[in-house]
Each structure stands twice: as structure tokens, then as C-alpha cells.
């Protein structure tokens, strides 16, 4: 009967966490005390249910006692919480909580991940917020995620809520003229739980990955917005990048995305990620994330095809580059030229990158020197390679452009590694 | 190019660090030490005691002054020196920012100008 209600609550924190917390900090967009009172209802969930059962409508039933415990806290100046557990429990929790309709609990975690994301909310701070006000992840949890120290992270998650709350960001959904603007934010922030800039260095202290968090995320977007392309984009994009994790190292060295195993790619998660793309492209637009998704899954085909179609592909990053040209869809984008056109026109296209930064832009000189190697032009390869390891901190990787170097003039058809493969 | 790469960060409160976030400290460090290692770029690697264990000296005045603490008091202090040697300052640049300190300090890039090696001063290159 314990573990029975332990389990039940616990099951309940994964799936119901973000909804009470929605609703509970919608009412006065204090974050904070949302989480006290939430925290305080579950404490109680454990203390009260292995005796009394787990009662029917159990997150109806925590919503009251948060609710509740919000209110006598409010009431209370000098906020006299601290004992008040066991007493506040026994008569806070109306007998009518077993009535209530359990759909009738409103999904309001779509004003939330907005307000996670708001303009006015620091940039780097929006995914941790994510995690912790939608899926109740605890500071330390998220530090780790992010190599910070928990302190550390602590005190800027409590910095953003209470801007939040001092700032009256609106627990709100945008309007249709709002939506295109505020989307973006929101969609960066949970593809920033599945790419978290993870120091490279080999064997770095262990570190939860958040990539399943992202897609849960990313789906649960998809849910509450589901005639939004971008939304179902990120979806895909997500689900195809999670479907080829398995086949991105062999042993101890790195594997480029088109010299990868087909054969270990995730193919539900490749089906899931076609059909998330397949509902996208019906809604049309031609968003970022969808042309990041098509690209993956343009990939993905070889597993069927058994080959690459790199003609498609440079049409894909051509349109990607319309609408994000980043420094690595343009060092992808010569890179798909070179295959397309020959070296020396993949060589020209990333000479016409004009930015500064691309100097040192560890995928640029990797793509360089893998395009002056099929050139024949050996010995600039050979600089090009130098240049490339010095700037690869991801042993793995290293040891992949330490093998292509130690190749070169042999066969002049190493493959080069696609910047985000 | 040999570079010193200066670890600055605040220095925390001892009670407000937990043992296990020490640890996880200390593992990142150790990896990153170990990647730098495995580059063949590492040369020496340092990581100071907490900048209230220092003292500080000056013949200045002509006579010894001994200061406990800090040469000088910052937000930030010195907390780590890593030496390394790599072709150019991208790649200097591109294993500072894997530094763990760079999370929550900053890591200063410093070109080394000569020394001292086998009895006698060397350029730094």
C-alpha cells in the first residue's frame, strides 16, 4: 500500500507536475510559491495516502491542498507554514475533491513554456526554467545537466522567476499576430535541452543527457499546438536526431552522419520523426525546423535507398539558408555543393563565406580539408587537417581526423564528416 | 604557442558547496586535464587553494611586508593555471571554452613570452 501510493505519486509528479504548476502560478505568476505549495501537496500525498488510499481524482485532489496551502499561506503575515503540515492537511482537502471530473483540469502549460521563454527572460536561462516549471526537474538535476554548479544554477533559476513575477510576464498564450514572434523563443529553448553545448572533452564527468526531456518537451508542444509547423519541425527534427544516436560512434571514434550504420538508426523514432514532418509539410511553411527535420530525414532515407540523394540535400540547406544562415548551414551547405559540383566547387562555396568566425570553426576546416584531399591538392589537405585537430577538443573526433589525415593520397576518397551530424 | 590558461572564479563560501558538487568538481577537472592530456597539448596543470589561504609579500618598503591574504581582493580570483601548448590561439581559444571553469568564471588566455628551461631562458615558441 505504500510503495502503492509512493508510486502513484511519483508517476503523477512525471505527468501532472507542469499542469498544477500552471495553473497554480497562473493565478498571481508567482513560479515560486507555485512550487512551495505544489512541493507541500505532494509531501502531504505521501503522508496521507498510504493510509487513507490514493483517491480517485489524485491530481485534482493535489491541486486543492496547493491551492489551499497558497491561501493559508497568503492569509498568514508572518508566513507560519513551517508546522502547519499535518493540520492544514486534515481540513484543506473538501470531500467534493473525489467529485471532480479529472479532464477538468485545464492544460495550461502552454502559457507557461511561453512565459519560460518570454523576450524579457534571460536566453540562456529559458531551457533550465523549462525543466524545472514543466517537468519539476530540481536545481541540481539541472546543474549537472548544464555543468554548473548547483548553487549556481539555483540562484539563476530563482533570479528568473522572480523577474517573472516582479515584472508581471503574462501567464498567457500569444494571439495569431503575436504567435510567429513569440514561437521562436519557445521552440529554440526546448531544442536547447536536446543540444546543450556538453563540454567535448572525452570521458567528461557524467552528465544526464536531456535528450528524451527534449523530446517529451517538443512533443508535448506538438499537442498543445498542433497546427503549428515549426512545432511539429522540431518534433521531427528531434525524433531523427535521437534515432541515429546509437550509430554516431564506433568504439571510441567519431562517425560522420553518411559513413553511419543505417542498421543502427532507431527505426521507430524515424517513423515517428516521417510522420511528425509529413503533418508539417501538409500545414506548408517552411520554417527552420522543418527544413532541419527534412534534411535529417533526407539522411534517414539511405536506410531504405541505400543511398544519399546530395542534389535534394543542397536544395534543403539552400532553403535553410534563407531562413537561418548559421555559420555551420553555410560551411554544410559548401560541403553539399562539393559532392554535388566537385571540390573545387564545395572548396569555392566555402571560400565565399565571408564571415570572420569561420577561422576558426572546427567544421569549416574539417569540410576544407577533406575537399582539398578529394581535390588532390595533398599537401594543403594536410594543413587543413593539422588546422582541424587543433581545434577538436572531442577526442573521438580527433582520432577521426587523425585517420583521414594519415589516409590522404592514398584513395582521395576518405568521406568527410557534415557539420551536425 | 604555450598558453597559460588563468582560471579566475569567485571563490565560494565553503559551507554553501556540498561535498558531492566538490566532487563533480573535481571529475571535471580531472577529465578535462585528461583530454588535454590525450591531445598531447598539456604541459602543467594547477589547481590553487582557496584565495583566504594566501599570503602575500613585498620588499617595496625595503624592509619584508607580509600580507595575509591576497595581493589584491577582486570578485574573482585566481584559482587555476593550466599550461598549454597548441599551434594558435583559436585552438588555445577552443580548449578554453572547455574548460569547467569557464561555466561559472572566466578563463583568461595568456601567451607565454620565454622560459626557463634547462639552465637557461627559451622564447616561448
Redesign the interface.
Known sequence: MTRDAAAEAEQLARVAYGRLLAILAARDGDIEAAEDSLADAFAQALSSWPGAGVPRNPAAWLLTVARHRRHDVRRSAVHRLTDSLDEAGASAVPALVDELDPDAIPDRRLALLFVCAHPAIDPAIRTPLMLQAVLGFDAERIGRAFAVPEATMAQRLVRAKRRIRDAGIPFAVPDRSQMPARLGPVLEAIYGAYAIDFPLVAGAAPRDSLADEAHYLAVTLTELLPEEPEALGLAGLISFSLAREPARRTGAEFVPLDEQDPGRWDPELVALGERYLRRARALGGMGRFQIEAAIQSAHCDRATSGQTDWRALRTLYAGLLSVAPTLGARVAYAATTGRVEGAEAGLAALEAIGDQAVQRFQPAWATRAHLLGEAGRTEEAARAYERAISLTTDAAARRYLERKRSRLGRSGHAREAEPGA | MRYALLLHYPQ?AVP???PE?IE??K??F???A???D??GVLRSAEVLQQVAKATSLSLKQGTPQVQDGPFAETKEALAGIFMIE???L??A???A??C?AA??GTVEIRPSAVRFVDGTWTGAT
Open positions: 565560494p554553501t558547496v556540498r558538487e563533480a568538481g571529475a571535471a580531472h577529465a578535462y585528461k583530454a588535454l590525450d591531445a597548441v599551434p594558435d583559436d585552438a581559444l577552443a580548449w571554452e572547455q569547467p561555466r561559472w
